[in-house]
């Protein structure tokens, strides 16, 4: 994540690895489904996750001290999360109508002081929602990764301290300004 001056949306390494479920096999859905119904933590799966070549060594270093213990002290993170997941795999998995749908996951940073999971049932996908506040500090680190997601809105005054390019959307002197840009996220800490 780039510097987040009021908000953030993207998805990063952490939540790009529930790309694994893209509604083609409900046995993946099934072993995720008992490993996190199981006594490990979040921290022996993602651990577990690397070892099968889905995270980084850095991500999971990430994951634990940053998500689960310093960034949201006291918001019950690791039980937040567990509990979220599993209710977007049985969403996921018990979908009558369309069969067994894929999940996208997107973190949400608002200027709120939760820590809460969004699940959302639509007719082709289940879509999580990590809703957070802002990280108490976050790493400093140059090299930035670009998302699969852009954002097009009324420019900001602080857009201009956001690296990467922006593109006007309407022509000069129309108000209110309408930019396009695409989403980012710091290497290794997402």
């Known amino acids: 994540m780039p510097p987040m001056p009021v908000y953030y949306v993207g998805k990063g390494t952490q939540f790009g690895v529930l790309d ?25 799966l993602a651990g577990q996750r690397a070892a099968e070549g889905g995270l980084s060594e850095a991500d999971v270093q990430h994951f634990k001290e940053h998500w689960l213990k310093s960034w949201w002290k006291g918001k019950h993170v690791d039980q937040v999360l567990r ?10 998995m018990a979908n009558e109508e369309h069969g067994l749908l894929p999940i996208e996951a997107l973190w949400v940073c608002a200027q709120e002081d939760v820590f809460q999971v969004y699940v959302n049932q639509g007719p082709h996908q289940v879509t999580v929602i990590v809703y957070t506040p802002p990280p108490e500090e976050y790493p400093s680190d140059p090299r930035t990764l670009d998302e699969k997601i852009w954002v097009v809105k009324a420019r900001d005054d602080f857009d201009g301290d956001i ?5 006007r959307l309407n022509p000069a002197g129309e108000w209110p300004v309408l930019i396009e840009r695409q989403l980012k996220h710091v290497a290794g800490a997402s």
Do not use: H, N, W
Request: hydrophobic content about 35%; proline content about 8%.
């Open 20 to 44: 694994q479920f893209d509604g083609t096999d409900p046995s993946v859905y099934e072993a995720a489904r008992e490993r996190l119904s199981g006594s490990a933590t979040l921290e022996e």
């Open 83 to 92: 509990a979220g997941i599993v209710k977007a795999l049985d969403t996921a």
């Open 163 to 167: 690296p990467g390019p922006i593109t």
